[in-house]
């Protein structure tokens, strides 16, 4: 919960004007003021006030000044980035340093989600990567089984990822993965059933964030869908991740140091907006 200094407030009413609820603070004899306890501590009233006057929960350690120098990324640069970054299905065996770990997961921590909820959850998994290797195999295969029985059924023809997924674990057992590409790491974010936002929405805004991050700090990355649909079916994988009441694997990505160097960006079709 957010608090006021009295004597350091000079009644700007920033603080009044960025509360994402519009209902904490208002300005009373000069001063800003809490109204009500409907704080959802999203830090905007602390982070724009000039003065210092506001006080916050947290580590205050943490806190940085803007200085435009540090703060700023050239649009051109960022763009080019955007353009060049890869999906790598290639890696070498070189451990990922913590400290670009670390710098992955605080890409994770700061992204904004609705109501300051803060509801994702990361797991890393690097030690029994060979073993989620395997049930995801299990669970895939299994999955396109149900679904070629269900078809025969309707009289219809085997699906083609049943086949698929039946050649990627007999490909695994020869040694060529294609599940995480021989990745070092990868890496699991899980959201709730039980908020108002669908889980999807917040995992997918961190995960951006997380692939950036990593890009930038010289790692192939690589989403994985096909890890997300194992989760779900397979309560082994659900057992092995830990996964509490309402919780739900929406999304993955494997990470490490690539292989191959790419060379120049590629070409994509033309933007298809709909102005109205």
């Known amino acids: 919960m957010v608090q006021i200094e009295n004597d350091k407030c000079i009644g700007c009413g920033l603080c009044v004007q960025v509360c994402c609820t519009k209902q904490h603070w208002t300005i009373m004899d000069g001063k800003a003021k809490a109204i009500n306890n409907n704080c959802n501590d999203c830090g905007e009233c602390f982070a724009v006030c000039p003065c210092g006057a506001i006080v916050t929960e947290g580590d205050m350690a943490e806190v940085v000044t803007y200085n435009q120098k540090t703060f700023t990324v050239n649009s051109d640069h960022l763009l080019n980035m955007l353009k060049f970054r890869r999906s790598v299905r290639d890696y070498n065996k070189q451990a990922i340093e913590p400290d670009k770990l670390k710098q992955i997961f605080e890409a994770g921590r700061y992204?904004?989600?609705?109501?300051?909820?803060?509801?994702?959850?990361?797991?890393?998994?690097?030690?029994?990567?060979?073993?989620?290797?395997?049930?995801?195999?299990e669970s895939l295969?299994?999955?396109?089984?149900?679904?070629?029985?269900?078809?025969?059924?309707?009289?219809?023809?085997?699906p083609e990822?049943?086949?698929?997924?039946?050649?990627?674990?007999?490909?695994l057992e020869a040694g060529n993965d294609l599940f995480f590409y021989n990745a070092p790491a990868l890496i699991v974010l899980i959201g709730r059933n039980d908020y108002l936002m669908p889980p999807e929405v917040h995992t997918s805004l961190a995960c951006s964030n997380m692939v950036l991050m990593a890009n930038s700090l010289g790692l192939g990355v690589c989403y994985n869908g096909l890890f997300?649909?194992?989760?779900?079916n397979s309560e082994k994988i659900q057992s092995f991740l830990g996964l509490q009441e309402q919780e739900k694997v929406t999304l993955a990505f494997?990470?490490?140091?690539?292989?191959?160097?790419?060379?120049?960006?590629?070409?994509?079709?033309?933007?298809?907006?709909t102005y109205r």
């Open 111 to 137: 992204t904004p989600t609705g109501g300051n909820c803060q509801d994702v959850r990361y797991i890393l998994v690097q030690e029994q990567l060979e073993e989620l290797k395997q049930l995801t195999a």
């Open 141 to 158: 295969v299994q999955f396109g089984e149900k679904i070629e029985a269900t078809n025969k059924e309707k009289g219809l023809p085997v």
């Open 161 to 171: 990822q049943t086949v698929i997924f039946r050649i990627m674990q007999q490909k």
């Open 228 to 232: 997300a649909l194992a989760a779900g």
């Open 254 to 273: 494997v990470v490490g140091y690539s292989n191959v160097r790419f060379c120049r960006t590629a070409p994509r079709n033309k933007v298809n907006i």
